[in-house]
């Protein structure tokens, strides 16, 4: 470990990151009914602006799990996704 700090990771970060893997290990193995169910009760999170910074993290998740399944069937449904996801992004920044 380096004594300046650049190996170390803050608590919160690495609990962050860990939270995020669980959440993306979680929609892979969801149907994609189940998926969009998550995706209606996320939204429903965000109508009621609960936890911020964790929506925005689920959704950029749920976002990019659409995108995988999508890519498999119709490579425009996929584009249209990323679009709408940097679209997102864009205005949350």
Do not use: C, P
């Amino acid at each position: 470990m380096n004594i300046d700090g650049e190996n170390l990771v803050s608590l919160d970060q690495w609990k962050n990151a860990k939270r995020e893997g669980n959440f993306s290990d979680y929609l892979k193995v969801l149907s994609f009914n189940d998926l969009m169910n998550e995706s209606n009760s996320l939204m429903d999170q965000i109508k009621r602006s609960e936890e911020v910074d964790d929506l925005f993290s689920r959704t950029k998740l749920m976002m990019n799990e659409f995108t995988t399944r999508l890519e498999k069937e119709s490579r425009h449904l996929a584009d249209s996704v990323k679009d709408l996801k940097k679209s997102i992004e864009d205005k949350l920044h």
